[in-house]
């Protein structure tokens, strides 16, 4: 066959964290004894979205995933499938099957929890008699655990939006982030002499807790240490979008419509009204000298 087979990992990847990686390291290691391509199965949408009907806070978005997938892992061979209620009533091993002819599967990878196919039917051990009966390798990869607890998307995604940002980052592997384009704001942040730079919020991730968080700017190919504030600034406006709102420190260029990167380190405060703009000035004061602390104390 002029085709090369495929190592491939099923799943849906999202945050593609510690657990994750122990997956994606075997899929790298059967092709290199192999030789076979290292690939990834992935699907553009949630199956929860449509399997129980219910919105999915993600950690990443597909573009980051794909992303983190190639440069953390080396795997290019990243393929992207539709999840439609077409693809949710498909059998599992019809699902396989056309892996196996389409794509020349040679080898599965996947976890000890994954599940797919109409109704969830795909079990690792129908995985295991698909792959054996096929002449196809099979990997089930163990749960990984960090400090006593197992790692996965669903306690990622709740630390993100308690504000627990330093459990998030040690569950990934790196810091949570968020990606977007600069937009015009209300140069609120000016006003008061902290000039800010705004994101918009995609209504498909996970939100961190609103509140100010030590984080850091990438943007035009720089990062910067920055103070970013997430909320409905109730100081200012009693019925506000929830924005994210950053300053980056030592910076005062010209950034809109550029793209950027806010990394999460660690949570400083809550969100809270204050009773003027001169106490809340006050106040980011404090916040700012905080980060900076934070920033030289753990050497980021």
Not at 160 to 181: C, D, F, N, Q, W
Request: aromatic share 12%.
């Amino acid at each position: 066959m002029a085709e090369k087979g495929r190592v491939i990992a099923l799943g849906f990847f999202d945050g593609v964290h510690i657990g994750h990686k122990a997956l994606l390291d075997r899929v790298n290691e059967r092709a290199a004894e192999h030789g076979l391509i290292p690939s990834v199965i992935n699907f553009d949408t949630h199956p929860d979205s449509l399997v129980f009907n219910r919105t999915v806070g993600l950690i990443y978005d597909n573009e980051k995933r794909i992303e983190i997938i190639n440069k953390e892992f080396g795997i290019s061979d990243i393929i992207m499938i539709h999840f439609d209620r077409a693809m949710m009533e498909t059998p599992w091993d019809e699902f396989l099957s056309l892996l196996l002819e389409k794509h020349f599967l040679r080898w599965v990878v996947i976890g000890y929890d994954f599940r797919f196919g109409w109704k969830g039917l795909g079990t690792p051990d129908k995985v295991s008699d698909f792959c054996r009966n096929n002449g196809l390798g099979f990997d089930l990869i163990p749960a990984v655990e960090k400090d006593g607890e197992t790692v996965s998307s669903t306690i990622i995604r709740r630390c993100i939006t308690r504000g627990e940002m330093e459990k998030a980052e040690a569950l990934l592997g790196r810091p949570y982030s968020v990606s977007g384009k600069i937009l015009h704001g209300r140069k609120v942040g000016t006003r008061i002499g902290y000039p800010t730079i705004n994101l918009k919020i995609s209504e498909k991730i996970s939100v961190p807790s609103f509140g100010v968080y030590a984080t850091e700017t990438l943007v035009k190919g720089n990062k910067y240490h920055s103070i970013t504030n997430i909320g409905i600034r109730p100081t200012f406006y009693t019925n506000s979008e929830i924005t994210m709102e950053t300053n980056l420190f030592d910076y005062s260029e010209n950034l809109y419509e550029e793209n950027a990167e806010i990394f999460f380190y660690k949570k400083i405060r809550g969100e809270k009204k204050f009773s003027s703009p001169e106490e809340l000035t006050v106040q980011i004061s404090k916040d700012v000298a905080e980060v900076r602390r934070f920033f030289a104390e753990n050497g980021n």
